[in-house]
């Protein structure tokens, strides 16, 4: 059983350039979260996907947005980038909807922009 | 988004157990309280929940009030590979019938040899 994947591990962008980060669900499950930690701080939640449908949303404006796939790989496409997306950004799998459910995280993918 | 108090950081020597404390005085009735770690360069890691019992698994024991509103995670001998930010987290609603983790900042937690 594999664990959650997220590709590219690092990436730098130039101001007002467009990324879409990557992320590989682990076996069997079927919601994904995105989240993003600035550095020093806790991950901050930015949306969910539950069976390809967005299912919750965190304070980030539109110009991140989000793809959940038939196989529940997901992506994350950030428009417009500004010095602040400067972050890790982190994916993380689980199965089902429930509270109690355990969540997965990848390693992250390190986003500079300059 | 519900509110959860950590101190910023601990120390504690290897092999001795080490008791973290939460404070969640605004958890509702059906908020799950949870713990991930993260340890330095990757991403956060499961460690434990529980609802209103106290519950152990082989990382780790979790101790919640009667009255709910503060937790303390255990680690029963810490080890150097222990060392890391720690998560105390009420689970809560992202929308539809999902749940969302909402993190703080943690505690940061040092073992000395």
């Known amino acids: 059983e594999t664990g959650v994947t997220q590709s590219p591990t690092h990436l730098i962008k130039t101001r007002g350039q467009q990324v879409t980060l990557r992320c590989s669900s682990q076996s069997g499950h079927n919601t994904v979260s995105w989240y993003q930690q600035a550095l020093g701080q806790g991950p901050q939640f930015i949306f969910q996907?539950?069976?390809?449908?967005?299912?919750g949303r965190g304070n980030f404006p539109p110009r991140f947005s989000g793809l959940q796939f038939p196989n529940y790989s997901s992506e994350l496409n950030v428009n417009a980038l500004e010095l602040d997306d400067s972050a890790l950004y982190l994916c993380a799998s689980s199965f089902g909807r429930s509270s109690y459910n355990e969540q997965f995280f990848g390693p992250g993918t390190r986003l500079t922009v300059l | 988004d519900a509110k959860t108090t950590q101190p910023n950081s601990m120390e504690s020597n290897e092999e001795e157990p080490v008791h973290l404390p939460c404070n969640h005085s605004t958890i509702s009735g059906t908020d799950y309280i949870h713990w991930y770690r993260q340890l330095p360069s990757q991403g956060p890691e499961y460690v434990i929940h529980?609802?209103?019992s106290n519950v152990n698994n082989r990382m780790a024991s979790l101790a919640i009030a009667e009255d709910r509103k503060s937790s303390t995670l255990i680690l029963h001998r810490a080890t150097l590979r222990d060392a890391a930010v720690y998560y105390c987290i009420l689970k809560e609603k992202s929308g539809g019938s999902n749940y969302k983790l909402t993190f703080g900042k943690g505690t940061l937690l040092t073992v000395n040899p």
């Open positions: 529980g609802l209103t």
């Open positions: 996907y539950y069976r390809e449908e967005e299912n």
